[in-house]
């Protein structure tokens, strides 16, 4: 791939973007960044957490506006195609994304921020939905998956960015830290993470993306299966021999 690079290490799946100037999206970097969160599934048996990140001085400041040559209507329904598998695959991640914003996560990129499960961020990182300023809704259904409803119509309304260090406060971002130590962050956040056993964290990516969706009935049904499913097995057992010996658990995956 030539825009997004991925490699594991210590369990942890690290994929990162890196399209210069900026990391601005463009189809091949979506297509690219689909293939690398879709390509999880066939590491389940080592990788546990991804950490989602970019290359220099922006995380992803939104579309490369160079593919929008033609008929904008044709521009942005082809375009929409390639976003929309990206963040269905992201969002549908097997294992917890975390997203180590390291600078504007602006338009497309908010969105890609706000289908992360954990964000961390580096200090003066800005996030922001400016589209109407160039006559575009752009990403108003991921507003809620960040912003409370007051702060995400200011948001579009104005167009205006907003600190990491504010959305920290609204809990949206779970840290704030100098540039240079952004990823320790996030692996110290995915270590925390990574207590749980591989097949539990499965368990809830695959069950929280309907609780939002459903009534209490249901969501009791639900998170019950799961435990049903998990109940029996060998890493489950070991988290509870752990917690009673008081020593860190050995998981296997089983």
């Given at each position: 791939?030539?825009?997004?690079?991925?490699?594991?290490?210590?369990?942890?799946?690290?994929?990162?973007?890196?399209?210069?100037?900026?990391?601005?999206?463009?189809?091949?970097?979506?297509?690219?960044?689909?293939?690398?969160?879709?390509?999880?599934?066939?590491?389940?048996?080592?990788?546990?957490?991804?950490?989602?990140?970019?290359?220099?001085?922006?995380?992803?400041?939104?579309?490369?506006?160079?593919?929008?040559?033609?008929?904008?209507?044709?521009?942005?329904?082809?375009?929409?195609?390639?976003?929309?598998?990206?963040?269905?695959?992201?969002?549908?991640?097997?294992?917890?994304?975390?997203?180590?914003?390291?600078?504007?996560?602006?338009?497309?990129?908010?969105?890609?921020?706000?289908?992360?499960?954990?964000?961390?961020?580096?200090?003066?990182?800005?996030?922001?939905?400016?589209?109407?300023?160039?006559?575009?809704?752009?990403?108003?259904?991921?507003?809620?998956?960040?912003?409370?409803?007051?702060?995400?119509?200011?948001?579009?309304?104005?167009?205006?960015?907003?600190?990491?260090?504010?959305?920290?406060?609204?809990?949206?971002?779970?840290?704030?830290?100098?540039?240079?130590k952004l990823m320790e962050e996030a692996e110290k956040v995915a270590d925390e993470i990574m207590t749980s056993p591989?097949?539990?964290?499965?368990?809830?990516?695959?069950?929280?993306?309907?609780?939002?969706?459903?009534?209490?009935?249901?969501?009791?049904?639900?998170?019950?299966?799961?435990?049903?499913?998990?109940?029996?097995?060998?890493?489950?057992?070991?988290?509870?021999?752990?917690?009673?010996?008081?020593?860190?658990?050995?998981?296997?995956?089983?």
């Amino acid at each position: 791939m030539e825009f997004v690079k991925k490699e594991i290490r210590n369990h942890i799946a690290y994929i990162t973007v890196n399209r210069p100037p900026v990391n601005a999206l463009n189809r091949q970097t979506y297509t690219e960044l689909t293939e690398a969160f879709n390509s999880v599934y066939d590491d389940l048996e080592d990788v546990r957490v991804v950490i989602l990140t970019a290359e220099g001085k922006h995380f992803i400041p939104g579309n490369d506006l160079n593919e929008f040559s033609g008929s904008r209507k044709s521009d942005m329904n082809a375009q929409s195609v390639y976003f929309a598998n990206c963040l269905t695959n992201i969002y549908n991640c097997p294992v917890p994304v975390i997203g180590a914003i390291n600078g504007a996560a602006v338009g497309a990129g908010f969105c890609i921020a706000a289908v992360c499960d954990v964000l961390v961020a580096a200090e003066g990182a800005k996030f922001g939905l400016p589209e109407m300023r160039v006559g575009v809704l752009g990403g108003l259904a991921f507003l809620p998956l960040m912003v409370p409803q007051k702060l995400g119509k200011y948001m579009t309304l104005t167009g205006n960015p907003v600190p990491a260090e504010k959305l920290e406060n609204y809990g949206s971002v779970h840290s704030v830290v100098p540039r240079e130590k952004l990823m320790e962050e996030a692996e110290k956040v995915a270590d925390e993470i990574m207590t749980s056993p591989p097949l539990c964290l499965q368990a809830w990516k695959k069950s929280y993306k309907y609780i939002d969706r459903l009534d209490f009935i249901n969501i009791e049904h639900i998170t019950d299966l799961f435990i049903l499913d998990l109940i029996e097995t060998e890493d489950s057992q070991e988290a509870v021999r752990a917690f009673l010996e008081k020593r860190k658990p050995v998981y296997k995956g089983k």
